[in-house]
Nanobody, 121 residues
Framework: QVQLVESGGGLVYTGGSLRLSCAASGSIRSISTMGWYRQAPGKERELVAVVYSSGSINYGDFVKGRFTISRDNAKNTVYLQMNSLKPEDTAVYYC???????????????WGQGTQVTVSS
């Protein structure tokens, strides 16, 4: 029904940058929120950033101005620009979309497959 496809992960060194992209496709009527979460080995999944349909944005406390989320509604795509990366940012990054699938009456959460981000010192 719906697919979220991520791209842009990889290996960088401390202080480097990466840009993640996530495109949603399928039987989508509308999208409420799109965002990024991450999960490091042995840790719980945590919010990185989310952008609402209104344009409001929330970031995880650890972001501290280093990451920027943006959204292209025409393309159903969300981006995450990550600068000043640190080794502790190493994790699998997952795209999330809360959206209405055509023919349904309530929004549902959909996840991408995850993309690995590794920051080496």
């Amino acid at each position: 029904q719906v697919q979220l496809v991520e791209s842009g992960g990889g290996l960088v060194y401390t202080g480097g940058s990466l840009r993640l992209s996530c495109a949603a496709s399928g039987s989508i009527r509308s999208i409420s929120t799109m965002g990024w979460y991450r999960q490091a080995p042995g840790k719980e999944r945590e919010l990185v950033a989310v952008v609402y349909s209104s344009g409001s944005i929330n970031y995880g406390d650890f972001v501290k101005g280093r990451f920027t989320i943006s959204r292209d509604n025409a393309k159903n795509t969300v981006y995450l620009q990550m600068n000043s990366l640190k080794p502790e940012d190493t994790a699998v990054y997952y795209c999330n979309g809360r959206l209405w699938v055509r023919g349904t009456v309530a929004p549902s959460d959909w996840w991408g497959q995850g993309t690995q981000v590794t920051v080496s010192s």
